[in-house]
T-cell receptor, first 113, second 110 residues
Framework: AAGVIQSPRHLIKEKRETATLKCYPI?????VYWYQQGPGQDPQFLIS???????DKGSIPDRFSAQQFSDYHSELNMSSLELGDSALYFC????????????FGPGTRLTVT | EDQVTQSPEALRLQEGESSSLNCSYT??????LFWYRQDPGKGPEFLFT???AGEEKEKERLKATLTKKESFLHITAPKPEDSATYLC???????????FGTGTKLQVIP
């Protein structure tokens, strides 16, 4: 069965640089969620999109922005990177704005040096 | 604000030694409580969704139950391959935001 695809899997950036993470949801899934997970921490909800519209917002810094495109893939844009942004970034997808079962991708490991 | 507390933080079991993991939650208007399994460096793997008190779900050696204040993940006769971090999460109100607990790191020793 097709799963959530994230790219790149690993990314190394320097402070103050910009990064773009991509997420391709499971086919037919119309809702995408982004999470940030620091070492030894639980996933922290950043933002979600349903049918290409932002549907909820969590602890996402103002330096980050995201969108969902017409093919339902999503991109998380991160600017003015800081050392503290180093983390695993997960994308999850689900079917329907009210569906509760989220399926996670393998994550992008971002390292800021 | 939604709160999820998991206990214990870590659990070490002998193979075949059954036990339970606890997830206590405080939310306004629970829509769903989820259990995930996460291996190091990988994305959480969906296990169960529970919607209302009294509900139970089973999958292989795992059984999840839900009350109005907490959920339990029972592990029967665990095997070493069950070693992972088990995460509990809740979704509440009219929001899509999911709040995770800090997880229970389970180690099953042969």
């Amino acid at each position: 069965a097709a799963g959530v695809i994230q790219s790149p899997r690993h990314l190394i950036k320097e402070k103050r640089e910009t990064a773009t993470l991509k997420c391709y949801p499971i086919p037919r899934h119309d809702t995408v969620y982004w999470y940030q997970q620091g070492p030894g921490q639980d996933p922290q909800f950043l933002i979600s999109f349903y049918e290409k519209m932002q549907s909820d917002k969590g602890s996402i810094p103002d330096r980050f922005s995201a969108q969902q495109f017409s093919d339902y893939h999503s991109e998380l844009n991160m600017s003015s990177l800081e050392l503290g942004d180093s983390a695993l970034y997960f994308c999850a997808s689900s079917l329907g704005g009210q569906t509760y079962e989220q399926y996670f991708g393998p994550g992008t490991r971002l390292t800021v040096t | 604000e939604d709160q999820v507390t998991q206990s214990p933080e870590a659990l070490r079991l002998q193979e075949g030694e059954s036990s339970s993991l606890n997830c206590s939650y405080t939310v306004s208007g629970l829509r769903g409580l989820f259990w995930y399994r996460q291996d190091p460096g990988k994305g959480p793997e969906f296990l169960f969704t529970l919607y209302s008190a009294g509900e139970e779900k089973e999958k292989e050696r795992l059984k999840a139950t839900l009350t109005k204040k907490e959920s339990f993940l029972h592990i029967t006769a665990p095997k070493p391959e069950d070693s992972a971090t088990y995460l509990c999460a809740v979704q509440a109100g009219g929001y899509q935001k999911v709040t995770f607990g800090t997880g229970t790191k389970l180690q099953v020793i042969p």
